[in-house]
């Protein structure tokens, strides 16, 4: 059984920086991409940053110069740097994984839990 448990979120003022933690655990043989999707009030689930394993990272236009997304392949680690945060980026933060288990051929996409970003003005 595969789980990605996420750390990190809160209430911070505009301006400010917070980061993101998700770490996948059980028995897996290979994470490969890992991402951070988003989720305000009302709104669709989207995109923020996507890393691969080899290290190749694409961001969302509405976040590129803000945040950074990083991971620790060693500790099947990701992470997401926020800074110079704004109102709008208030949203449930989900991390999302492609892992390869023993039980599984192909890569299985795994989601966090969620934690609350929430940017006061």
């Known amino acids: 059984q595969v789980q990605l448990v996420e750390s990190g979120g809160g209430l911070v003022q505009a301006g400010g920086s917070l980061r993101l933690s998700c770490a996948a655990s059980?028995?897996?043989?290979?994470?490969?991409?890992m991402a951070w999707y988003r989720q305000a009030p009302g709104k669709q689930r989207e995109l923020v940053a996507t890393m691969r394993n080899g290290g190749r990272a694409d961001y969302a236009d509405s976040v590129k110069g803000r945040f950074t997304i990083s991971r620790d392949n060693t500790a099947n680690t990701v992470y997401l740097q926020m800074s110079s945060l704004k109102p709008e980026d208030t949203a449930v933060y989900y991390c999302?994984?492609?892992?390869?288990?023993?039980?599984?051929?192909?890569?299985?996409?795994?989601w966090g839990q969620g934690t609350q970003v929430t940017v006061s003005s």
């Open positions: 059980g028995t897996i043989i290979i994470v490969n991409t």
């Open positions: 999302a994984a492609d892992i390869k288990t023993p039980s599984s051929y192909f890569d299985v996409r795994y």
